[in-house]
């Protein structure tokens, strides 16, 4: 399969806006171990278990597919989608090192309204799918939202964990400078087409299509100085200070002051809120046609069947 051009990652085209050079990949893994507990509490509201089959939706380097594949176990499956080359390298070569034979990646545009069709992904016969800090970035929802649709089995699960409001990101008292950075985060997002804010608009789309909300909640968080989520969100702004300057949208001068703000907050009794999260649990209608025992054995799961084969068209 062709990446689309927008993701032709060719020497200094970064494949999503925070890039995916290695810098970006370790904070990955440092932000999924602060959120790793949130994610699992998440799949078992949601229902994951064992021998499901699962889809990682923006899957990056793998971490939280990797989660999933130890959750569904041998025989279940999980796929992770990621438009970056270099992520889905990462991932495989950790379902590798972890002996993950139930996982695989591909690396698919979801922007784009063809790309995932190239899959063939059999037609709605998955029992979940799993979208964390995925929608926030694309310029079009309906490719992620159709494919969704197309796979998800009735009864099945769509999770999600994405920002509803990105401007709560804040340090109290004060923070004017951190106020400055968020709106140019913000800023350079939605130029790339992105929104962070994308939460608000998903129950209309998922209603539209039929879904049902479950359950949701917001994953806002309150944090001191201390606390884990104030680590990740000093995590980010090191390293997306940076990026944004060599966008040259964001400035020495105000990279100084921020630095500043920061380790001054630091030093007295601060609140550190996070851009708002919410978790939405969303189910595919219908009734469930198969019995746990015959999906099980039409999966073909960690026998090197191919993505598309087997069970497409059984619906
Ligand atoms: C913030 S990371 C989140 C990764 C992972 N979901 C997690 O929770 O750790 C955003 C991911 O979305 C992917 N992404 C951005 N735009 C995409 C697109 N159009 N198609 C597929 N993946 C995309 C990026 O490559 C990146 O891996």
Known sequence: MSPSP?????????DY???????????????????????????????FGRGQWLLDLGSGPGFASADLAALVGPDGRVLGLDSARRFVAAAKQLAQERGLSQLETHCIDLASPDDWRTLNLPARRWHGAWCRWLAMFLPRLDPLLDLVQHSLRPGGRLVLHEYIRWDTFSVHPGGTELRRFMARCIDHWRAHGGDPDVASRLPALLEARGLRLL??????????????????????????????????IWSEAEQSALTAELAEARQRTSLWLTPALVEMVWEQPGQQTLPEAAVAATAGVGAGVGVGAGVEGER
């Open 6 to 14: 927008r993701h032709g990652q060719g020497p200094g085209q970064p």
């Open 215 to 248: 359950n949701c909640r917001s994953l806002l968080a309150c944090s001191p100085t201390s606390g884990a989520k104030t680590r990740w969100l000093l995590d980010f702004v090191g390293s997306y200070g940076p990026q944004l300057q060599a966008n040259g």
């Open 17 to 47: 806006v925070l890039g995916s050079h290695g810098a970006e990949h370790a904070r990955l893994g440092r932000q999924h171990a602060i959120w790793r507990d949130e994610a699992m509490a998440a799949w078992q509201r949601a229902g």
